[in-house]
Each structure stands twice: as C-alpha cells, then as structure tokens.
C-alpha cells in the first residue's frame, strides 16, 4: 500500500468504526481530537489500526497527542517512530 | 520474607546483593532493558552526584517527569540517596487530553516547590512552561546518568527513620492530585505489613504494567521489589493498552507469580486479547492478581476465568486489595482467612438501597446482587465503617470507610486544608463506601458516585451493569448518575448508554422499556430518563472505562431539559 492509499484506508477505518455518523466529511488532513471529532481514548484503537496498514510496530510512549491529530500526521508519526515488525 | 532491619528504604536498597537481578523493563521484543541490584544502586550513585551538583540538598523536593522506565526509577532512588524528596508526575502520552495535563503540571509543581524538575530529552518543549518553578528552581533534560564520578562519597545523612522519604500524588480523578508525603517509616511499616499479609517469599517475581506515578505501581512494583530485593517485569501502561496480551506474554515469558491490577483488566484482557493468541499463555506461575484502586466486581472475575481457564487461571489467583495512597499503600488484603479466597456474599439489593444495609439472602435468588470482598485488615491497619456524623456503623451497615494504621500519613503537602478535612483524630476518611462482614471489607464506591433516590442509596455500578445486560446496549458502555430533580425534591437516577449498532438506534423504545424494566427489577427503583446513543458516544477515560463525570456533562451539554429549566 502506497502512502496515498494507506491514508484513504485510515479515513475509511476512522469514519466506519469510530465516528459512525452518516455525513461526516474527514480528509487525511482533518483535525480529529482538537475538533472533537473523536475523543482520545479511540486513539488507541486507531494506533493499532495504523500498525497494520504500515506494517510497523509504533511505541506508543514516544507519541504525544499532537502528533496523532490528522490522518497525515498519524503516518508521518508511524513512519518517523515506528520499526518494522516481526511478527503480527 | 525475613523482618527487615533498616531505618530507611535507601539502607534497604543499598543491602541488596549486587548480582541479583531488579528491573526487567520491556518495550518490544528486540527492546528490553535489565540492570541488577548493583547496576541500579551504581546508577543512582552516580545520578545523585549530579543531584548535588545541581545543589540539591536534603529536604529539597525533586520532580521526575519521565517515561516509565529504569531512568525514572533511578532517578528516584537518588534523590533518596541524598536525602532529597522526589516525587514521579505522569508523564504526557498521546491519550492524555492537553489541557487537564498542562493543569495537572502546573498545579502540582507550583504546590511542590522543588529545586529540581527533571524531564527527559523527548519532553515536549510546548508543555515545559507550564512547569511552575519557584525562586532558584531549576529545570535539567535528560540528567547524565554514567557520567557522575563512581568514587563520589554519598552525603551522610542521619539514619532517621521519620525523614519524608517521597512524596506520592493520590489519584483523584477529579481536581488536582493531592501530594501524599510519605516518610521512610511508614513506608517501611507498610511493607513488612503486606509482605506478610500476602506471603512474599525470595521465589516472588513481580509483573506489572501499572504507572510509577500511581501507588499501586510505585509501593507494590517498585519500592516492595526494591526493599526485599525481588526481580520485576514491567512494561508502560500505553504500551500495555496497545498490545493487552503483552502483560499475559510476559508473565508467561518470566514465569510471574504476583500482580497488582485494577478491576477493569481482567474484563479488558477477556474482551481485547484474541482467541488466536491464547494458546501462547501459560498463568500456572502465578501466585496472586491482585484486584486493587476498584471496586471488586465478581462479573469481571468471572469473565476472565471463562476466557484464560486453559490457560492456567484460577480462582484461587484471583486475590484483591483495599488501597490507598494515604496509607501508603493497602489496607486490606485478601486470602489471609483459611478459605484463601476473598468474601463473597449475596445480599439482597433491596435492603442495600432502601436501609443501607448489606443483608445476605441465598446465593442468586431474586433481587439479590453478589459482591466481592477487598479482604481483610493487615496488620497494623485499622478500618471502621462510619455515619456521616462520625458514628461507628454495625456490621453489615454501608457507610464510609475510615482507616487507621502504623502507615498512616502525616498530611497532604502543604496543604493544610484538604489534610484537615480528610483527617479527624487520627482516623482518614476515605470518601470511599463500604461495609464490613465476618472482619472483611466490601468496597462499593466513592462516595461521590453515589446516587440517593428519596433516601435510597443506589450505586452507579450496579445500575450500569444491569443496563448492560440488555443484548442491544454494548456491554461496559453505559453511564448512570444522579440528578436533582426540583418537582420530587431529590435526586433522579438518569441512565445513557450506547447501542451495540447504529440500527438499533431505530429500536430505542423497546430497549428503555426493557431497561427500565430490568432496573426496577433488580433495585426496586425507576429510573427517571433513559439516553441510548450509537455506538462510541460514551466519554471514557485514558483507561478505557466509562468516565461518569464527563459524560455526565456532554449528556447535559446535549439535553436542555437536563439543565434543571
């Protein structure tokens, strides 16, 4: 999976699992927790969402909230953060 | 384990045989930090020669912000090592809401007044201002750790048992977290004390994802292995929340005999950790989980035996604790009786709610809830069960519980009001509600919580737990909470609780009926307003548990007529 389709993927996830509200419009630049689209306890699931479509292991103690704001910036977190797995 | 014969935690550390092994602290697989008593106690000989550097002298206050881990751990022991005060604060991760952190921070550092606020390298630079530094107060990154001289003396300091030896921070989950200061003998009391109580032997070996701020982490993970020189395997609550299994992998890995976890995880681990991973866990090694910070609930327990019985769970295991930071640590411990297993009684919900009273009736007849025990008092440790007025209640009575014991603190640091207030002739009112039955104690909530419907006493959890039990309501995602009510002249009992599907939404009719159906049922009380909302409305906590006072307010935030109009 590209970058491009990793983000879309991340979007779909977001909206289906997490938000479930019919209409609501989010692009891999949308703020999540600061807008209160989704409160930060979803965040862990999200992580863990974000893992499997990079296929990275990301410590999630090196994170803050700011960096988990967008879509965009989840990846770039993962890919500055995360290490490549070993086993899923 | 032998009595201990030291007057302070730090002549405890330094007697520890230089090869034997303390921390085991896992971030991955490829990633895991060991060091040995005498590493450790060399780390922090050389830490506290940069202490002094940094002109911390005994008394002064030291703040640790760090990650979980060796370093913080370190860090702690020298402080202590030169007669400084350190105290752990919780450091920012991705689930804690910015605002509530920086006030936290803020907040605690003012009170404290250190000389010293140390944060690791990776602290975010936008938080750092809200560290209040008083005078001559001095903020360090990521202190040097090798680099302090090996042949530096440590300070004499007086073998005074009565020095304040740490400070701890009570987990209030509302206002600021009050500074518990804690001296070198209560908190060696407190250890003799449940070392005791749950037979801790040379053969222990500690597991434990619990935060070093809190105290079930920093007494039962890290100054109880510290002191009798036992091995402990830990790991970050975040990295624990991320991968639940890695708590049962690791325990299995180091073959584990005691933890200390609050209610919540054993339902967590049942509901979060796949099927396909179970097999890989073997829980033969462990001696105690110990259920502690929570009020005990049977279902949670029942529902972890169900999910890892194959792996080695049993009941026996499953052991609980009434804890407290004012205590230094517990106050009760279970398995101390001949059963070897904490009460368990049925009583009627009626009774409960109506008189206040615990009355057993038979085992699963109607209109009865069972509860679990916190255990019994350890020695040196005193619980009674009071009226409001401060009257002792009889057995069997709800009321709060006041403690008292040889590990009891002295006072909230500097704040003399709060310690005033919690503290009434040597006797610390809780804020917690319980009753005591055959000399056990049953915890049922905070006072706080509480919800009184025309003089009956309902308990948040009871009705949550009900309302869960409905097929549509997704289990552990409902909310209840009392609400004046004008017209009646006392509180309301208001539920909202999320559907397990967005399409049950079109079913809501028939879902409040039959919850309020159930409600009445069980506790003879009706509930006055029923919310049902999709899926992930319920506000929860960095814990993943319902928090009841904010979704309270988004509920009210929501519903005008909520707002008392």
Same mark, same amino acid.
């Given at each position: 999976?590209?970058?491009?389709?990793?983000?879309?993927?991340?979007?779909?996830?977001?909206?289906?699992?997490?938000?479930?509200?019919?209409?609501?419009?989010?692009?891999?630049?949308?703020?999540?927790?600061?807008?209160?689209?989704?409160?930060?306890?979803?965040?862990?699931?999200?992580?863990?969402?974000?893992?499997?479509?990079?296929?990275?292991?990301?410590?999630?103690?090196?994170?803050?909230?700011?960096?988990?704001?967008?879509?965009?910036?989840?990846?770039?977190?993962?890919?500055?953060?995360?290490?490549?797995?070993?086993?899923? | 384990?032998?009595?201990?014969?030291?007057?302070?935690?730090?002549?405890?550390?330094?007697?520890?045989?230089?090869?034997?092994?303390?921390?085991?602290?896992?971030?991955?697989?490829?990633?895991?930090?060991?060091?040995?008593?005498?590493?450790?106690?060399?780390?922090?000989?050389?830490?506290?020669?940069?202490?002094?550097?940094?002109?911390?002298?005994?008394?002064?206050?030291?703040?640790?912000?760090?990650?979980?881990?060796?370093?913080?751990?370190?860090?702690?022991?020298? @402080?202590?090592?030169?007669?400084?005060?350190?105290?752990?604060?919780?450091?920012?991760?991705?689930?804690?809401?910015?605002?509530?952190?920086?006030?936290?921070?803020?907040?605690?550092?003012?009170?404290?007044?250190?000389?010293?606020?140390?944060?690791?390298?990776?602290?975010?630079?936008?938080?750092?201002?809200?560290?209040?530094?008083?005078?001559?107060?001095?903020?360090?990154?990521?202190?040097?750790?090798?680099?302090?001289?090996?042949?530096?003396?440590?300070?004499?300091?007086?073998?005074?048992?009565?020095?304040?030896?740490?400070?701890?921070?009570?987990?209030?989950?509302?206002?600021?977290?009050?500074?518990?200061?804690?001296?070198?003998?209560?908190?060696?009391?407190?250890?003799?004390?449940?070392?005791?109580?749950?037979?801790?032997?040379?053969?222990?070996?500690?597991?434990?994802?619990?935060?070093?701020?809190?105290?079930?982490?920093?007494?039962?993970?890290?100054?109880?292995?510290?002191?009798?020189?036992?091995?402990?395997?830990?790991?970050?609550?975040?990295?624990?929340?991320?991968?639940?299994?890695?708590?049962?992998?690791?325990?299995?890995?180091?073959?584990?005999?005691?933890?200390?976890?609050?209610?919540?995880?054993?339902?967590?681990?049942?509901?979060?950790?796949?099927?396909?991973?179970?097999?890989?866990?073997?829980?033969?090694?462990?001696?105690?989980?110990?259920?502690?910070?929570?009020?005990?609930?049977?279902?949670?327990?029942?529902?972890?035996?169900?999910?890892?019985?194959?792996?080695?769970?049993?009941?026996?295991?499953?052991?609980?604790?009434?804890?407290?930071?004012?205590?230094?640590?517990?106050?009760?411990?279970?398995?101390?009786?001949?059963?070897?297993?904490?009460?368990?009684?049925?009583?009627?919900?009626?009774?409960?709610?109506?008189?206040?009273? @615990?009355?057993?009736?038979?085992?699963?007849?109607?209109?009865?809830?069972?509860?679990?025990?916190?255990?019994?008092?350890?020695?040196?440790?005193?619980?009674?069960?009071?009226?409001?007025?401060?009257?002792?209640?009889?057995?069997?009575?709800?009321?709060?519980?006041?403690?008292?014991?040889?590990?009891?603190?002295?006072?909230?640091?500097?704040?003399?009001?709060?310690?005033?207030?919690?503290?009434?002739?040597?006797?610390?009112?809780?804020?917690?509600?319980?009753?005591?039955?055959?000399?056990?104690?049953?915890?049922?909530?905070?006072?706080?919580?509480?919800?009184?419907?025309?003089?009956?006493?309902?308990?948040?959890?009871?009705?949550?737990?009900?309302?869960?039990?409905?097929?549509?309501?997704?289990?552990?995602?409902?909310?209840?909470?009392?609400?004046?009510?004008?017209?009646?002249?006392?509180?309301?009992?208001?539920?909202?609780?999320?559907?397990?599907?967005?399409?049950?939404?079109?079913?809501?009719?028939?879902?409040?009926?039959?919850?309020?159906?159930?409600?009445? @049922?069980?506790?003879?009380?009706?509930?006055?307003?029923?919310?049902?909302?999709?899926?992930?409305?319920?506000?929860?906590?960095?814990?993943?548990?319902?928090?009841?006072?904010?979704?309270?307010?988004?509920?009210? @935030?929501?519903?005008?007529?909520?707002?008392?109009?």
């Amino acid at each position: 999976m590209d970058e491009a389709a990793q983000a879309q993927e991340l979007v779909r996830y977001i909206l289906q699992e997490i938000i479930h509200r019919p209409g609501t419009e989010l692009t891999p630049d949308s703020p999540l927790v600061s807008s209160g689209l989704i409160d930060s306890f979803a965040l862990v699931d999200i992580l863990v969402k974000v893992e499997d479509v990079t296929n990275l292991r990301i410590p999630a103690g090196k994170i803050q909230a700011k960096d988990m704001d967008t879509v965009n910036l989840m990846l770039a977190t993962a890919k500055r953060v995360g290490k490549p797995r070993k086993s899923k | 384990m032998n009595p201990l014969h030291c007057n302070t935690l730090t002549e405890a550390m330094l007697a520890a045989p230089p090869d034997q092994p303390f921390i085991t602290m896992w971030h991955d697989e490829d990633e895991v930090d060991v060091v040995t008593f005498g590493e450790f106690v060399q780390m922090a000989r050389c830490q506290a020669a940069d202490f002094v550097a940094h002109g911390v002298t005994p008394g002064d206050r030291v703040i640790l912000v760090m990650p979980q881990g060796i370093r913080v751990m370190v860090s702690f022991a020298a @402080a202590m090592l030169v007669g400084a005060v350190p105290a752990i604060m919780a450091y920012p991760n991705f689930k804690i809401e910015p605002k509530k952190y920086r006030f936290g921070l803020s907040g605690v550092s003012k009170n404290l007044k250190a000389r010293l606020i140390v944060v690791d390298d990776q602290f975010p630079d936008d938080l750092l201002s809200y560290v209040e530094c008083s005078g001559d107060a001095k903020i360090v990154r990521n202190v040097v750790m090798q680099g302090g001289s090996s042949d530096w003396e440590l300070p004499e300091l007086p073998s005074d048992p009565d020095r304040i030896a740490f400070i701890q921070h009570s987990a209030g989950t509302t206002g600021l977290q009050k500074g518990v200061a804690l001296s070198h003998a209560a908190v060696l009391a407190q250890l003799e004390h449940l070392s005791a109580a749950i037979r801790l032997t040379s053969e222990d070996r500690i597991y434990s994802w619990l935060p070093l701020y809190h105290d079930m982490g920093l007494i039962a993970c890290f100054m109880l292995p510290l002191v009798y020189h036992l091995p402990v395997v830990m790991q970050s609550p975040t990295d624990w929340v991320m991968r639940p299994g890695s708590m049962l992998s690791l325990i299995t890995q180091y073959r584990c005999t005691l933890s200390w976890i609050p209610n919540f995880t054993l339902q967590f681990l049942a509901r979060r950790v796949s099927v396909k991973e179970r097999p890989n866990f073997d829980l033969s090694s462990v001696r105690m989980l110990i259920n502690c910070s929570e009020p005990v609930r049977e279902q949670s327990i029942k529902e972890f035996l169900t999910a890892f019985a194959a792996n080695g769970a049993r009941i026996e295991m499953l052991q609980s604790s009434y804890a407290l930071a004012e205590n230094v640590f517990a106050v009760t411990q279970s398995g101390l009786d001949p059963s070897g297993l904490p009460g368990r009684v049925w009583v009627s919900a009626r009774r409960l709610t109506d008189a206040h009273i @615990a009355e057993p009736v038979e085992a699963g007849s109607n209109e009865s809830i069972c509860l679990v025990s916190s255990g019994r008092c350890i020695a040196g440790n005193r619980a009674r069960i009071v009226s409001p007025e401060g009257v002792e209640l009889p057995e069997g009575h709800v009321g709060e519980v006041a403690i008292q014991s040889d590990s009891l603190f002295e006072g909230y640091y500097n704040r003399p009001d709060l310690t005033a207030k919690a503290k009434k002739e040597g006797w610390y009112w809780s804020g917690d509600l319980g009753f005591c039955l055959d000399e056990e104690l049953y915890v049922i909530g905070r006072k706080s919580d509480l919800i009184i419907v025309a003089g009956k006493n309902l308990y948040p959890q009871d009705i949550e737990e009900i309302v869960c039990s409905h097929p549509r309501i997704h289990d552990g995602r409902a909310v209840a909470f009392g609400l004046f009510n004008p017209d009646l002249g006392t509180d309301e009992i208001v539920v909202v609780a999320e559907v397990e599907h967005e399409s049950d939404i079109q079913h809501t009719a028939s879902i409040e009926d039959a919850v309020r159906n159930a409600v009445v @049922a069980e506790l003879g009380v009706a509930v006055g307003a029923v919310y049902l909302r999709p899926p992930k409305w319920i506000v929860k906590s960095t814990a993943g548990k319902p928090a009841r006072s904010t979704t309270r307010e988004k509920l009210i @935030a929501e519903q005008p007529e909520l707002r008392g109009a």
